[in-house]
């Protein structure tokens, strides 16, 4: 398992571009776009409860969220910009999704607040981090796993309103990637707390 190591400095002769060049390649602005959709789809989830334009938002998200990445690999474009703007937007997507699940009583409090306490150890254990000088935690393919499915689980749990023969047929399949997703979330997040109490605890020995 990888850990979280010390913020490489920028090679000599070969400087970073400034953020706003960075924020205008192709990937980042894609990025950006999909960060801004966060306070519509929230806002459609609990403002006029558009549920069908918020399934939009999401699907154009996840979309946008393959693209980036690919086209971010294509063009040789990758940049520390885009690999902040990228967690950071799946992130806010779960979170806001989560929030919304949880006003309107899609989902039960005692699937979010896990869901919720991870993200916050998982900022704390961040923040250290940062103060002694190190990294981020390295994504993990668990945790990558965990954001893929539970970004499956929330289309069809919007879905599963109602009471027609496609919230039927949404519903188990929902809570079946809630679960599943929800499991491997918390579990990459235990893991990312091993790899930030390993950074530090190696520094110590120093």
């Known amino acids: 398992m990888s850990t979280a190591?010390?913020?490489?400095?920028?090679q000599a002769g070969a400087p970073e571009p400034s953020l706003l060049r960075q924020a205008m390649n192709v990937p980042n602005m894609l990025s950006l776009l999909r960060l801004a959709g966060v306070p519509v789809f929230l806002w459609l989830l609990l403002g006029p409860e558009e549920d069908g334009w918020a399934l939009a938002v999401l699907v154009f998200s996840a979309l946008t969220?393959?693209?980036d990445g690919k086209l971010a690999r294509w063009l040789n474009q990758m940049s520390r910009l885009g690999q902040l703007l990228d967690p950071a937007a799946d992130r806010l997507y779960?979170?806001?999704?989560?929030?919304?699940?949880l006003a309107r009583e899609i989902i039960p409090w005692w699937v979010v607040v896990p869901l919720l306490l991870r993200e916050a150890v998982l900022g704390v254990c961040v923040l250290t981090l940062r103060r002694r000088g190190f990294a981020?935690?390295?994504?993990t393919y668990i945790g990558k796993g965990a954001t893929f499915v539970l970004m499956?689980?929330?289309?069809f749990l919007l879905l599963a309103q109602g009471g027609s023969d496609v919230a039927a047929v949404a519903r188990p399949i929902g809570y079946a990637f809630t679960i599943w997703g929800g499991v491997l979330y918390v579990w990459s997040g235990v893991l990312y707390v091993v790899q930030a109490r390993n950074a530090l605890r190696g520094a110590a020995d120093e």
């Open 152 to 155: 499956y689980a929330f289309p």
């Open 94 to 101: 779960i979170l806001a999704t989560l929030i919304a699940f």
């Open 5 to 10: 190591a010390p913020e490489p400095a920028a």
């Open 136 to 139: 981020p935690p390295e994504v």
């Open 65 to 67: 969220d393959w693209l």
